[in-house]
């Protein structure tokens, strides 16, 4: 074990506290030691400096490289269309990552789910570049497109622009490799539709291929078509390993893989830039189980074992991942993967049986 490490901890709003306290507490336990500076986003944030996103919560993280952050709300007073995605754009978090493993007591219908999902975090369909309806610029643009290219849009239209970029496909192609190769993964398969968006997915797919056969010909590379993708997932999860693919079509296969798993209160995730990665639940705030002592704390735990591993601390991480394993297991489980007529864990209960785990393991 090194020194003592320091880590941004964003506890979030509704159930965030809580599965962030409890990822803290198994964090502890492993005997990793770390010094934790605590910060606000979200809507505790907004009440309490009048920002949402304040500059010192982002500094904190410029400054560890390293956060774990529970789900936050974005408040419509903020003024920001997501706090969310304006905090991974503050810090070009261009990669996010979603492991979608199936363990042993979660109920699902498959017997082996073990893959990642790796979404491009910056550009596609998510560039937030959009044209209302009936404006003056929206009819500009639809003339201008019209007048260029002999396609008339229908006057009607609301347009969102999707730019895809080679300089982002390739940084997160590479990330897809390095990933794999470091975590001892055995193929990547890039998803897309370059079939009928040629200049865009089409030029993700070249540069996907070009990355793989130039950068990283030890890795056996394929490709899919993301509809086809869907129904293989479906079919024969276990068929695939690393996946990476654009913004739009990461974020639906993540929800998509994370429903393999047993939904989103299990998912873990990761979010990473150059300088600094965050690392969070799939799932949001779930306001109405708030403070009830029964939200799921496995996302945000097993999201703390991914942030262990990349600090460094791998054995304590595996340790964190395989304590969280061993509880499901034995049938101790929170309400949301509790077979009915079976009791389930409180949100504290859960943990203190993680904690137990790890404390034996030490
Ligand atoms: P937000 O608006 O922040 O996305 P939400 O409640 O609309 O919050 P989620 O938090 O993603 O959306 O969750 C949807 C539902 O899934 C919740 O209402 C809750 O029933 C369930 N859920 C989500 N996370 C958990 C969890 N960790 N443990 C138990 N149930 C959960």
């Known amino acids: 074990m090194t020194g003592r490490r320091t880590a941004t901890l964003i506890p979030g709003d509704g159930i965030g506290p809580e599965v962030v306290g409890s990822a803290r507490r198994a964090v502890e336990a492993t005997g990793v030691d770390i010094r934790w500076e605590v910060r606000e986003i979200g809507l505790a944030a907004l009440a309490r400096e009048g920002t949402a996103l304040p500059p010192e919560a982002l500094a904190s993280i410029r400054e560890t490289g390293v956060a774990l952050k529970g789900p936050v709300a974005t408040p419509v007073e903020s003024g920001l269309r997501s706090v969310n995605v304006a905090l991974r754009q503050a810090l070009d978090l261009y990669a996010c990552v979603r492991p979608c493993r199936l363990y042993p007591g ?200 991914m942030m262990l591993r990349h600090m460094g601390e791998t054995e304590a991480g595996d340790r964190l991942e395989a304590a969280v394993a061993a509880t499901v297991a034995a049938g101790e489980v929170t309400a949301d993967l509790a077979l009915s007529g079976h009791p389930a864990l409180g949100t504290r209960a859960f943990t203190d049986a993680v904690c137990y785990r790890l404390g034996k393991g030490r």
Request: glycine residues 12%; proline residues 4%; hydrophobic residues 40%.
């Open 106 to 305: 979660v109920p699902s219908v498959y017997d082996e789910v073990d893959l990642v999902v790796i979404r491009e975090n910056t550009e596609g369909m998510y560039t937030g570049i959009e044209f209302e309806m009936g404006t003056t610029e929206t009819k500009e643009l639809i003339r201008f497109i019209g007048e260029a290219t002999g396609k008339w849009i229908r006057e009607d239209s609301g347009v969102s622009i999707k730019t895809i970029s080679e300089q982002g496909s390739a940084r997160i192609a590479r990330f897809a490799f390095e990933h794999a190769i470091r975590h001892g993964r055995k193929k990547v398969t890039a998803s897309h539709k370059a079939n009928i968006m040629k200049f865009s997915d089409g030029l993700f797919l070249e540069v996907a291929r070009r990355v793989a056969s130039e950068e990283f010909p030890q890795v056996p590379f394929e490709d899919r078509i993301i509809d086809a993708l869907c129904m293989m997932l479906i079919q024969r999860p276990e068929a695939f390993d690393v996946l990476v693919m654009p913004n739009l079509y990461g974020d639906v296969v993540s929800e998509l893989g994370a429903g393999l798993i047993g939904g989103i209160g299990v998912a873990p995730g990761g979010h990473f830039g150059d300088g600094a990665a965050v690392f969070e639940a799939t799932h949001g705030t779930a306001p109405k189980h708030a403070g009830a002592d029964r939200a799921n704390p496995m996302g945000a735990m097993l999201s703390a074992a």
